[in-house]
């Protein structure tokens, strides 16, 4: 028996495959559109870049101002420890200008609390606590406040003929300001 011959089906047309015809427009719409994508991700990843270089700015800010902040703090920790014992160093100056020199009873009072005085401003030195004596030096409102105001005919306009009250340093920075009188033209 012969057996039939089997004819290969036809395939229908849409399923045949067939080159898609573009269109030059629809290219040029299409580059266009990519180049337009590559240039928006250029300009996304300038910004990314940007950021990162300012955010790791400002993290290097932070750090400067942290270890400045604890430098800072290590260096003036005293300052209001140091402030308090200022009225006590005040006190043995009074007490010292007040003691007569000439009696003999008061004579070794008075030698005590002047080596207690020396004391205790070699230890306020040693803690970087310095006292302002400013008396002939130019009136510095920064460092000086100005009590009175006196003529005179010996010291130059605007420079500090007498202090009332000691000021102070603590590692450079005013801890109390000199109370002083400044000289006018007289």
Do not use: C, W
């Not at 950021?51 to 430098?71: G, P, S, W």
């Not at 010292?96 to 003999?104: E, R, V």
């Amino acid at each position: 028996m012969t057996e039939p011959t089997r004819e290969p089906k036809a395939q229908p047309e849409n399923d045949a495959i067939q080159p898609e015809v573009v269109a030059p427009e629809a290219f040029e719409a299409a580059a266009a559109q990519t180049g337009a994508e590559a240039a928006r991700i250029a300009e996304l990843e300038g910004q990314l870049r940007e950021m990162q270089l300012r955010t790791q700015a400002e993290i290097q800010n932070i750090q400067r101002r942290a270890e400045r902040d604890v430098t800072n703090a290590h260096k003036y920790a005293l300052e209001k420890f140091a402030g308090s014992l200022l009225d006590v160093v005040d006190n043995l100056e009074r007490a010292l200008s007040a003691a007569p020199s000439d009696d003999p009873a008061v004579k070794a009072l008075a030698e005590g609390v002047g080596l207690t005085h020396k004391l205790f401003t070699d230890v306020l030195k040693r803690f970087a606590v310095e006292a302002v004596d400013p008396i002939g030096a130019p009136f510095d409102p920064e460092q000086h406040q100005a009590v009175s105001m006196q003529p005179s005919t010996t010291a130059e306009p605007n420079t500090v003929t007498a202090v009332f009250q000691k000021g102070y340093t603590l590692s450079g920075r005013l801890l109390r300001p000199a109370m002083v009188v400044v000289a006018t033209a007289g």
